[in-house]
């Protein structure tokens, strides 16, 4: 079993920048795939971002290359979003999500398995 808990959404402008923490339980967390994904109002879960336990591949969606990092701190049990050139689209709930371990990352919502509650993030223009 993963548990995961994010933190660091909050209010910014349009513009500004925000980072995203992930605290992931388990003794195995160098072995699973995260992802971040994002929930708008009215709008269905969608990808942001992923980075694969083996060489830390990563992968982004189209919206947010070039703005967006992930990153992982495996000694910490930790996973990042590092969020730059803020836009009032990018307001959502973003999700932490794990899938089990030892398997490859994925853009698909549905491949995972472990999420965290949800940070909101919110921007203003």
């Known amino acids: 079993q993963v548990q995961l808990v994010e933190s660091g959404g909050g209010l910014v402008q349009a513009g500004g920048s925000l980072r995203l923490s992930c605290a992931a339980s388990g003794r195995t967390f160098s072995g699973f795939p995260m992802g971040w994904f994002r929930q708008a109002p009215g709008k269905e879960r969608e990808f942001v971002a992923a980075i694969g336990w083996s060489d830390g591949s990563t992968y982004y969606a189209d919206s947010v290359k070039g703005r967006f990092t992930i990153s992982r701190d495996n000694a910490k049990n930790m996973a990042f979003l590092q969020m730059n050139s803020l836009k009032p689209e990018d307001t959502a709930v973003y999700y932490c999500?794990?899938?089990?371990?030892?398997?490859?990352?994925?853009?698909?919502?549905?491949?995972?398995?472990?999420w965290g509650q949800g940070t909101k993030v919110t921007v203003s223009s």
């Open positions: 999500a794990a899938r089990r371990a030892w398997s490859g990352a994925s853009t698909h919502v549905s491949l995972y398995d472990y």
